[in-house]
């Protein structure tokens, strides 16, 4: 349903809200060199269950930028991935910064060999912050298939009086995120005529989550963070598309094969999206390990909540919604004209 999209300047206003999250940074893998980067300020890391290795270097004096700083960051990112291209910033024109989140500035730019394209620029103070950047630049390689953000690289962008930042290259999101189009038709009146298309919107993004997160899955790549934020929509690649959906920010991602002894425990995502036994709030002796079904419960709450958005009369909408989760209770039943996912939603919730 092109026309949905019609209007792009509007569609776009509150676009690429999911680069714009902090990260909650764990402890992870070491991959930087002996000394580490220097460090402006020194503080220890929560450790996760997932990753047990300690970082075997001491906390770098309090210091700026520097030439070696930039080189141990390459040389890290080399070991890590090895095959990924690194850019230089002269290689960008027309950069316009399109967000800031707490972890630092999301431009929209142009490169000349792969056109329109998205720069994630993230800022760090610690090395366990830089292990932590590494880790999401691992993940995000391992995760590349048709239904994730196209990664094309990375850039170390030297800082004025502080440690030099790294950025990701991304593929241009043209429509946004999932969430800019569920906001999108909430702040508008939306007639009935449109049942149809929303329909067809809805079910072209369940149908790529639903690949995406297989494949994910199939690959051993647990997300943590499935939500409207970290679905991007964009242009479709051929005409027989609506449009097409991936996923974006593996920062929380983890490798998991869903044997006992790969289960996780920390408590990391979105609250609104947890699963039971993934939420603080709902456990008590300790934690509760988890694994690939806590991914398939966010997908049931992002099709719970995109069903009553796109199908409740705007004005009765926001009394489905509790002030204190911000979203419809899971067993409601759904809107009539897509009563027939309640099953999908439920077997997941």
């Known amino acids: 349903p092109h026309a949905f999209f019609a209007d792009k300047s509007t569609l776009l206003a509150d676009g690429h809200d999911s680069f714009l999250k902090p990260h909650e940074v764990e402890g992870i893998p070491d991959y930087t060199i002996a000394g580490g980067v220097s460090e402006r300020k020194s503080h220890g890391g929560d450790e996760d269950d997932d ?45 316009a910064s399109i967000g800031r989140g707490a972890f630092g500035h999301v431009y929209r730019a142009v490169d ?6 998205a720069l994630k620029e993230i800022e760090y103070e610690t090395r366990e912050e830089l292990q932590g950047i590494l880790k999401e630049l ?5 995760a590349q298939c048709e239904h994730v953000v196209e990664f094309h690289g990375y850039y170390i962008k030297p ?40 329909r067809g919107v809805l079910m072209t993004v369940l149908h790529s989550l639903a690949k995406g997160m297989e494949l994910l899955h199939a ?20 005409a027989e598309q609506a ?62 909540e995109a069903c009553f958005v796109l199908f409740f009369p705007r004005d009765d909408l926001q009394i489905l919604y509790d002030p204190a989760i911000e979203l419809p209770p899971p067993r409601m039943p759904l809107p009539e004209a897509v009563s027939e996912l309640q099953p999908i939603r439920d077997r997941c919730t």
Not at 138 to 142: E, F, Y
């Open 159 to 198: 800082q004025d009086g502080g440690l030099p930042s790294l950025g990701l290259v991304l593929s241009y999101a043209d429509l946004g995120s999932f969430r800019t189009l569920l906001n999108f038709v909430r702040s508008r009146e939306v007639q009935p005529q449109s049942d149809a298309l929303l």
């Open 243 to 304: 449009f097409q959906v991936k996923f974006c920010d593996f920062g929380l991602a983890r490798e998991c094969s869903g044997k006992s002894n790969s289960l996780k425990t920390a408590r990391v995502g979105t609250q609104l999206y947890m699963s039971p036994e993934v939420a603080p709030e709902r456990y008590e002796g300790g934690p509760v390990p988890y694994s690939f079904e806590s991914d398939c419960f966010s997908v049931g709450m992002v099709l719970n």
């Open 112 to 117: 000349p060999w792969n056109g329109t394209i």
């Open 51 to 95: 990753e047990q290795e300690e970082a075997g270097h001491p906390d770098g004096e309090p210091g700026g930028q520097d030439a070696t700083d930039m080189l141990k960051i390459e040389f890290a990112v080399a070991m890590l991935l090895p095959d990924l291209k690194r850019y230089d910033l002269t290689n960008f024109s027309s950069r």
């Open 138 to 142: 691992d993940q995000l390689q391992k």
């Open 219 to 238: 690959n051993g790549i647990l997300h943590r963070d499935i939500k409207p934020e970290n679905l991007l929509l964009f242009m479709p690649s051929n």
